[in-house]
């Protein structure tokens, strides 16, 4: 390799990162990661850090599996590239979709291939909003989604999303989103009980499908937990509610699995952890575990009878691709034969949510949350009274990130919200570092 400084110099040339101020990052240099195994990254300088964000919340299966990068290479040599439209089909795609009809829950049996979770929830607004025209209502098209979820990047998935900073660019929302409000109870619950507040939150989809119209209400969208908006753990209540409501409307229920998916709440999927019976999935990430950029709808039987009697104008270049679907079913296999997904639930899981909830104690954490292997602390001025750092909210999360960073320690931080999401292989031993060197950086920030 060059010297670190030559590659942080080229990369500031000439490398547009997303999600971040260029002129920040060049002032100080991107840190070059070169090689990693298990949960473990190397940078340029040799430093060993271990990551706590599985990348960004995919890789599941943890890295270095040579058997993903032997199957993308067999792949490769045998059949590199076909694609799925136009009454073409190929094996690999057939196995996996095969596959995929037998994990997801109920009757989740077909599955419309896409790049990544963006264009997959791109593929969903067009496939609810073709669904109830097929169904003769073109007029019933509105999709509530949340604020402070994430969807993804693209125009459509960014609109579904309801990230502030993200509609505040580039001319987003697209028409006919429309947004609820999160069930985040440790911010925004007030005086009621996190069980009072879940059912609260749920019942304003009720309320909004009364004010839009039942009519014109397409779909209900939602992430298991809120992933990106802060490992929001909703209460109890609430997903049985939305479930209510969902069904006393007829209204098409989304669930975003792409982070939630394949392992990550210790079952195979969110979904089946927190009760909910969705029409469609959204799955990305774990489904190859980052090592192939793919991702999916998974679509009810009835949905599909409804689809398949008109040809959807929708699909991409690389809808299915071959080596993607190898390397998918290669991660499947192993998370399944070696048991990886049954011990994160039933081993992993309840050691890490001991040691995790543990974190509640330091003087800067208002609470601790953990839903399987994805976690989040609150960052708080006054834990008695689960006060916000208003004035200027998100730099503690900046200034923890920083210090875990420093510390050889990925963890992210979305305001003043300090997030996990570790590979799902992580060890026990893993886990006490993780949790030392996190207190180590809770304890630099609290100083700072
Ligand atoms: N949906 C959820 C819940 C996500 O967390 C993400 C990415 O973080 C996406 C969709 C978008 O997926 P991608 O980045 O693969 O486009």
Known sequence: HMPTAE???LDAAHHMHPFTNGDELNAKGARVITRAKGVTLTDSDGNEILDAMAGLWCVNLGYGRDELAEAAARQMKELPYYNTFFQTTHVPVIALSERLAQLAPGDLNHVFYAGSGSEANDTNIRLVRTYWAQKGK?????IISRKNAYHGSSVGSASLGGMQGMHAQGGLPIPDIHHINQPNWWAEGGDMTPEEFGLARAQELEEAILELGED????FIGEPVQGA???IVPPETYWPEIQRICDKYGILLIADEVICGF???GQWFGSQTYGIRPHIMTIAKGLSSGYAPIGGSIVCDEVAEVMNACEFAHGYTYSGHPVACAVALENLRILEEEGIVDRAGSETAPY?????????DHPLVGEAKIAGLMGSIALTPDKATRAQFAADAGTAGLICREECFANNLVMRHVGDRMVISPPLVI???EIDTLIDRATT???AAHAR
């Open 138 to 142: 073109p007029d019933k098209n509105i």
């Open 352 to 360: 890490l949510k001991q040691k995790w909830e543990g974190l509640v």
């Open 427 to 429: 060890t026990k031993p």
């Open 263 to 265: 392992g990550r709440t």
């Open 216 to 219: 014109r209400v397409a779909a």
């Open 7 to 9: 590659l942080q110099a």
């Open 441 to 443: 950086a809770l304890d």
């Open 229 to 231: 908006g802060g490992v």
